[in-house]
């Protein structure tokens, strides 16, 4: 790998959130994690070759990323907020899109009427785009994500009052 790859696979990182990356080729495994720590296995191989040397860039070249907000837990609905509402949870970890494109219309507001199978939402993961249908029919009762926001598996989304 040379320094140049390297460099970019950091500014990827960076522009596009992921905390930690492992790179695993026959001759070596790199593991990078946001706040610039970098280690770099030697693997034994049949045909002895000598490891790549990465040497950590300038930084001047490549600042080093803020460190990460800290995450808070997924806060459950109070109960109040929305007896008999129906959670619809991320299947996957990524980033949260109400809408197709950024100059879109979201796909539902809060208060819209939704029947099941309907899209609610984009979940983009790994230059992937994955549309998240409701479980339910019914009205849309709390968005709990806001536009753009990372979010982990499991996490809820929305609020679905069944009708």
Known sequence: MTP????????????HGVSELTLETPDYKLTVRRGGEVQVVAVPQTVPTPAPVLAP???AEAPAP???????????PAQ?????CVEI????????YRAPAPDAPPYVKEGDRVEKGQVLCIIEA????NEIESE?????RKILVQNGEPVEYG???????PV
């Open 4 to 15: 140049k790859e390297l460099k970019q696979i950091l500014q990827a990182l960076v522009e």
């Open 57 to 59: 860039l300038p930084q």
């Open 66 to 76: 803020p460190p990460p907000a800290p995450v808070e837990a997924p806060k459950p």
């Open 80 to 84: 109040d907020e929305c007896a008999g």
């Open 89 to 96: 949870r991320a299947p996957i970890v990524g980033t949260f």
């Open 126 to 129: 790994m230059k992937l785009m």
């Open 136 to 140: 339910v029919s019914g009205i849309v």
């Open 155 to 161: 996490q809820p989304l929305f609020l679905i009052q």
